[in-house]
């Protein structure tokens, strides 16, 4: 049974920095493309970051010079690096990772972590 575990979050003032991480386990796993997705208050999910096998990144534009992501590809955990953090950026975070397992490829997704930045 996949498995995308995701810790980090909380409250932070405006210009502040915080680090979420997530961790997929699993038996067999073939990971392909991890990233992070918002959900604001009344908005839709949107991206946010993926990274690729090859390290190519997608990063949208408004965190970008912000955030950062980052993969250990051994671990199968990537992590996202929040800094100058505005409180536009208040939203559940939500980690995904699309991989392949013997019986098939889907993308998966974490439970989600709270994030809130506070004027």
């Known amino acids: 049974q996949v498995q995308l575990v995701e810790s980090g979050g909380g409250l932070v003032q405006a210009g502040g920095s915080l680090r979420l991480s997530c961790a997929a386990s699993?038996?067999?796993?073939?990971?392909?493309?991890m990233g992070w997705y918002r959900q604001g208050p009344g908005k839709q999910r949107e991206l946010v970051t993926l990274?690729?096998?090859?390290?190519?990144?997608t990063i949208v534009d408004s965190v970008k010079g912000r955030f950062t992501i980052s993969r250990d590809y051994a671990k199968n955990t990537v992590s996202l690096q929040m800094n100058s953090l505005k409180p536009e950026d208040t939203a559940v975070y939500y980690c995904?990772?699309?991989?392949?397992?013997?019986?098939?490829?889907?993308?998966?997704w974490g439970q989600g972590t709270q994030v809130t930045v506070s004027s």
């Open positions: 995904s990772a699309d991989i392949t397992t013997r019986t098939g490829g889907r993308l998966y």
């Open positions: 699993g038996s067999g796993l073939s990971i392909n493309t």
């Open positions: 990274m690729g096998t090859g390290g190519r990144t």
